[in-house]
């Protein structure tokens, strides 16, 4: 249940604190960009079974891969798709701590 909580706090949550405190000036803009990289977890379809509570998302799924992890921090960096990367690594952080509490 904990999990649970911790897992959505911060898939929500803390995209808004983020969007408050960095963007001010466009932050309903930025806290939509960064609730919509909740759309990476598509690439869960990719897998058998789709839906798996014991496991870990983080290297197992592509878009949830080492190498997309890097893309994003790129992204984070590139002034034009901040937020955007933020928003991926909000999302990875949150599917991170799922894996660090199973």
């Not at 897992?7 to 949550?13: A, L, R, S």
């Not at 998302?57 to 990367?85: D, E, Q, V, W």
Request: net charge neutral; aromatic share 12%; proline share 4%.
């Amino acid at each position: 249940m904990l999990q649970t909580w911790v897992h959505y706090g911060i898939h929500f949550i803390l995209p808004a604190i983020v969007a408050l405190g960095c963007f001010k000036k466009q932050w309903k803009f930025a806290l939509l960009i960064m609730l919509s990289t909740m759309l990476i977890d598509l690439d869960h379809l990719l897998a058998t079974p789709i839906f798996d509570p014991d496991r870990c998302s983080i290297n197992f799924h592509p878009l949830h891969s080492y190498y997309a992890i890097g893309i994003y921090m790129l992204f984070s960096i590139i002034k034009k798709t901040r937020i955007l990367g933020i928003g991926l690594l909000i999302h990875i952080l949150a599917d991170a701590v799922d894996c660090w509490m199973m």
